[in-house]
């Protein structure tokens, strides 16, 4: 230890020796130049004169045999190089970099900031302006999305994500026409995030696969997985873990909840919010709408979104992390062994807890599922076929 604190000594007196020596070093150099300046100046005075000719070879003379002019001028000189020298040493350069000074404005100067929640959802509200029922059924109608073709399992669904409804969708009077609309703009959705999960599931298996032949992973690899892990709430390397997690849910149940959760497509949080699901968040970080009805002492917001798109994520990863829906997980992995196709009806039935309704939630989204037929849809498939639209319909597809 002794060692380490007298090398730490040694090398701390070497920095400041550095510092030292830097400035000085650059101060000899200044000095060397003045010199040799001079010194051309005084062989230039010493030089001897044959007729008309200038001697290459430089002479000397003494003192005495210098003109008045000439020992002026080399009396000059000295003073100015020794004024120089002085100078030199005394001011080394400094090539340290400096911040320009911040000038302060006056509180009433200083513009207004909007917080960025507000701004969130002000720009929500401008997007959902822009798409109406009317607008919306005519998109459909030129990328050829009939939803009976869908459900009758003849024609793949377009790759139409809106950002958010319709600002008019309840003013459909017709119950069919309102849902069809609402199941026509949320299946794709749906369908968009189910791909995204069986993209990372296929990788995670792909590195479980590595791991079992003994096989380093990757740098890269490796910290996706750590991020994953902890996305999931599972810990590192637990494959096993992941795979019962990360996987999709059935596009009959994620329509029959959000059917439920946002009065199709007609809620104030779905209007202002993109909140199909109604999730709730504690987070005061978090974009949050307060719902109206909060029971006193509850500190909780139903969570907003900037799009449809990151509301159905969100969705797809809180049924697939909490650990309230630990039964849900374990029937559709129960499904997956068995090799059979995951049936949303019959995972329904372990979502109790996601309402405070408990087994009446349930029986609601048995219902709904039935009644519209949706276990026809657990078999759509997003078509590949790109799809040009408007900038304000669309929501951007990235993860």
């Known amino acids: 230890m002794n060692q380490k604190i007298s090398e730490n000594i040694y090398s701390s007196g070497d920095r400041a020796a550095g510092r030292i020596r830097r400035p000085l070093g650059l101060a000899a150099d200044r000095v060397q130049t003045i010199i040799r300046w001079v010194k051309s100046c005084v062989q230039r005075l010493g030089i001897r004169r044959t007729g008309k000719d200038i001697d290459p070879d430089y002479g000397t003379r003494s003192l005495s045999e210098m003109t008045l002019f000439e020992k002026a001028t080399l009396?000059?000189?000295?003073?100015?190089?020794?004024?120089l020298m002085v100078f030199a040493a005394s001011s080394p350069i400094d090539r340290t970099a400096y911040a320009p000074q911040a000038k302060f404005l006056p509180p009433e100067a200083v513009p207004q900031v909007e917080v960025a929640g507000e701004l969130t959802l002000r720009s929500i509200q401008r997007n959902r302006a822009s798409l109406t029922v009317r607008s919306l059924r005519k998109t459909f109608s030129t990328v050829k999305y009939d939803f009976d073709s869908v459900q009758a399992g003849e024609e793949d669904v377009p790759p139409v994500f809106l950002m958010s409804m319709p600002s008019d969708i309840g003013?459909?009077?017709?119950?069919?026409?309102?849902?069809?609309?609402?199941?026509?703009?949320?299946?794709?959705?749906?369908?968009?995030?189910?791909?995204?999960?069986?993209?990372?599931?296929?990788?995670?298996?792909?590195?479980?696969a590595q791991v079992r032949r003994a096989a380093k992973l990757p740098a890269e690899e490796r910290l996706w997985l750590a991020a994953i892990s902890e996305q999931y709430k599972t810990r590192r390397n637990d494959f096993a873990a992941l795979l019962r997690r990360i996987d999709v849910v059935p596009p009959s149940l994620a329509l029959a909840q959000a059917a439920e959760e946002?009065?199709?497509?007609?809620?104030?949080?779905?209007?202002?919010?993109?909140?199909?699901?109604?999730?709730?968040?504690?987070?005061?970080d978090e974009d949050g709408l307060l719902p109206s009805r909060r029971d006193r002492g509850k500190t909780h917001r139903v969570k907003a979104f900037d799009s449809l798109l990151d509301g159905?994520?969100?969705?797809a990863r809180n049924l697939?992390?909490?650990r309230a829906y630990r039964a849900m997980r374990s029937l559709r992995a129960d499904m997956r062994k068995a090799g059979s196709a995951l049936n949303g009806l019959a995972l329904s039935s372990s979502l109790s807890s996601y309402s405070a309704r408990g087994e009446e939630y349930v029986r609601s989204l048995q219902v709904i599922i039935r009644t519209n037929r949706l276990h026809k849809l657990d078999g759509a498939r997003l078509g590949d076929k790109v799809v040009s639209l408007p900038a304000e319909f669309q929501a951007k597809p990235s993860i």
């Open 75 to 83: 009396g000059f000189l000295g003073v100015s190089v020794l004024a």
């Open 262 to 284: 946002s009065g199709w497509g007609t809620s104030r949080f779905v209007r202002e919010g993109n909140a199909l699901f109604g999730q709730w968040t504690v987070e005061e």
């Open 312 to 315: 159905v994520r969100a969705y």
């Open 320 to 322: 697939n992390s909490h």
């Open 171 to 208: 003013h459909i009077r017709v119950p069919e026409q309102r849902k069809e609309i609402f199941f026509q703009s949320v299946l794709p959705l749906i369908l968009k995030v189910n791909q995204e999960i069986l993209d990372k599931r296929r990788r995670v298996a792909a590195l479980a």
